[in-house]
């Protein structure tokens, strides 16, 4: 909102339309998309945006479900979803805590330390080589739209399922040991957590740490994914993904600066496809 939309309303080829939840992808008879449909969350009016491409960045569990609901003829199963790969794969951050005492850090003279919320500090992770430090991808994670429930708007909302292998699993017990053995080595005593808990008790829900991504993966053939390695989906070769929906994996990071990474990439392909004529 700082750094990218302001040039770009400079240029004057940029409107803004606030209040506005996409509900579905317009395709034309010959599939490709020409629009969206919107509904006004100020009064309940129904709009449609023509329009040469469609990017969606909604976060990947809404663009999920717009998807999930561009339903016509030619998209029987969701726009861009021949694979029935729409929603499939999601993935969060593994998150588990443990809390501990430390009386060396007690009656310190303020400081500005807390940092961001006061809980973040990043460590470069020192077996990196020797163990997986993210979720991997799997079958049992996903999502799809619930036949009954409708939001406010009227449009029908996600149903979710999710799995944690024992990769995440086996990540979290790890945790738990390193982050107490770390309370013992300054001289604190662990109060919450710890190795004795059960890694399924200390494991976050999925979704929790809202890192969420996946849900339709790129891949270099329409096979086995849903987008191109530039986030053009395969069966609509005008409508773009460019948020955490195509991650075929997730860093043990923050996905945000990835996302700008690939929408940019993401961006310049569709910028080069338009100058050439392909959309």
Not at 254 to 263: E, W
Request: glycine content about 10%; some cysteine; aromatic content about 6%.
């Amino acid at each position: 909102t700082t750094v990218h939309l302001p040039p770009a309303l400079n240029t004057g080829n940029l409107d803004i339309v606030p209040n506005a939840m996409v509900r579905e992808v317009i395709t034309g008879k010959d599939g490709r998309a020409e629009g969206v449909i919107y509904i006004d969350k100020t009064d309940g009016t129904e709009h449609r945006v023509k329009a040469r491409a469609v990017v969606l960045a909604a976060s990947a569990a809404s663009t999920v479900r717009i998807m999930l609901n561009s339903k016509s003829k030619r998209h029987p199963d969701g726009v861009a979803n021949s694979t029935g790969l729409v929603g499939r794969y999601l993935m969060d951050t593994v998150g588990a805590s443990v809390g501990g005492q430390i009386p060396m850090l007690e009656n310190l003279p303020p400081l500005n330390e807390d940092g961001a919320g006061g809980a973040h500090v990043y460590a470069p992770w020192w077996l990196y080589r020797e163990q997986l430090g993210e979720m991997i991808p799997n079958e049992g994670s996903y999502c799809e739209i619930d036949p009954v429930v409708k939001d406010q708007w009227g449009i029908q909302v996600l149903r979710f399922y999710w799995h944690w292998s024992d990769h995440e699993l086996n990540q979290v017990a790890h945790m738990q040991q390193t982050f107490a053995d770390i309370i013992s080595a300054c001289g604190g005593r662990v109060t919450r957590g710890g190795p004795e808990i059960n890694r399924r008790d200390a494991i976050y829900p999925g979704g929790e740490i809202i890192h969420e991504v996946g849900g339709a993966i790129m891949g270099e053939s329409p096979r086995n994914s849903v987008t191109t390695p530039f986030g053009a989906t395969w069966d609509v070769p005008n409508l773009y993904l460019t948020d955490g929906a195509p991650f075929v994996s997730n860093a043990d990071k923050n996905p945000t600066l990835t996302l700008m990474a690939l929408a940019w990439r993401s961006a310049d392909h569709l910028v080069g496809e338009m100058a050439k004529g392909n959309i």
